[in-house]
């Protein structure tokens, strides 16, 4: 089973890649926001645990983030592996992950993370702002900080799959086949 935690800042391209990642290798995407807004819409149990905090102006905590993960991974037993996007963005996140995946007998393979410079994630964001219609990526202040919050307080998940030996940076910037040809060499 093939399980990857694609990660990078907002504007590298992971959605892209994702998409080359799921058809290449028949995975299944688990995108956490997807997740939440189908549990909230079937208004399972944990659907309905995790708007009542929304709508209180909370997060949803980790447990019940990884209660969702776990039934995606349920409803895909037979799945030649997943690529994780938005999750984890913390150490905890990523410890509760292993443990998760470590009870269904499969772990992380690899945290490939696309490294692009920040004048150029601006740029990128700015582009496509013309076309999302999404206010983030319209306000070139709103984007920086975006950035900022990523180095801050995501990238220093970087250190714990390094620890495990399961991190590798893809230089994110060429052509979608140039960096797609990247992933895959990493991938094998």
Do not use: C, W
């Amino acid at each position: 089973m093939l399980n990857l935690v694609l990660f990078g800042p907002p504007g590298a391209g992971k959605g892209t890649q994702s998409t080359n990642l799921i058809e290449k290798y028949n995975l299944v995407h688990l995108s956490t926001g997807d997740i939440l807004r189908g549990e909230v819409t079937a208004q399972t149990e944990l659907g309905l645990k995790a708007k009542a905090l929304m709508d209180a102006g909370n997060l949803v905590p980790d447990e019940v983030v990884i209660g969702m993960i776990n039934n995606k991974l349920e409803e895909n037993k037979n799945a030649n592996g997943f690529i994780f996007d938005g999750f984890p963005r913390t150490t905890a996140q990523a410890e509760a992950l292993d443990k998760l995946l470590s009870d269904k007998g499969t772990s992380i393979n690899h945290m490939l993370a696309l490294q692009v410079p920040d004048g150029e994630l601006i740029k990128r964001l700015l582009l496509r702002g013309k076309d999302s219609g999404r206010a983030d990526d319209a306000n070139e202040e709103v984007i920086a900080n975006r950035i900022k919050t990523y180095n801050d307080k995501t990238a220093p998940l970087i250190n714990y799959y390094q620890n495990l030996g399961k991190y590798t940076d893809i230089e994110g910037v060429g052509t979608v086949n140039e960096i797609f040809e990247r992933l895959t060499e990493v991938i094998g």
